[in-house]
């Protein structure tokens, strides 16, 4: 039972803003953990490991909400008001931050766009969270000059990146959705709808 039109209700407005809000404050707080990881990773040359052990949780906003609300534009358009609540709340980063929340929410959307929107399970939860790792770690080479490594370095990255995602973005937005879905919170939404 997939919800195919594009007009958004007033209440899914808002709980994409609710999530939005959790997610902003929890991007900011995993900024805070990934400084602090790679300051313990310094001393053994593997301080860029500190963000990507826990870049799968700044695709969450994304994946929860197109996997809740199971609309077009959900993911990407989370993704990037969270991304602005977090920049607001004090993101040292500024608005690169934002930039990297339109590439990150862009690669979730696509996952959800090519199921055409009609798909909603643990597969597609985990190639949304595949496609902002993706999209996320091509803008990492570019802004973070993640060329200067060597080739086995980068793969290590991108798989502890990949690890991330798949878990905090994947895993654990499906559970999470799933768990509001049966305790019958989520009624009037794409995903209450399905587990009705």
């Not at 007033?10 to 995993?30: S, T």
């Not at 086995?152 to 937005?173: D, E, H, I, N």
């Amino acid at each position: 039972m997939e919800n195919k039109t594009n007009t958004w209700k007033l209440k899914e407005i808002i709980l994409a803003a609710m999530i939005c809000i959790v997610f902003g404050v929890v991007y900011l707080a995993g900024v805070y953990l990934a400084s602090m990881i790679a300051g313990v990773l310094t001393p053994f040359g593997l301080s860029p490991l500190g963000n990507e052990l826990v870049f799968g949780v700044w695709f969450m906003a994304a994946t929860l909400s197109g996997y809740i609300l199971q609309k077009p534009g959900a993911a990407i358009v989370s993704e990037v008001i969270a991304s602005v609540i977090e920049v607001l709340l004090g993101n040292w980063f500024g608005p690169l931050v934002i930039v990297a929340g339109i590439i990150q929410g862009a690669g979730a959307e696509l996952a959800f766009a090519a199921g055409r929107y009609r798909k909603f399970d643990g597969l597609v939860m985990y190639l949304a969270a595949a496609g902002a790792c993706v999209t996320s770690f091509c803008w990492s080479f570019i802004r973070s000059g993640y060329g200067k490594f060597s080739v086995s370095f980068l793969v290590m990255l991108f798989v502890v990146r990949l690890a991330s995602s798949l878990l905090f973005s994947g895993l654990v937005c499906k559970a999470a959705g799933d768990g509001l879905a049966k305790m019958g919170l989520l009624k009037g939404y794409g995903l209450g709808k399905n587990h009705a």
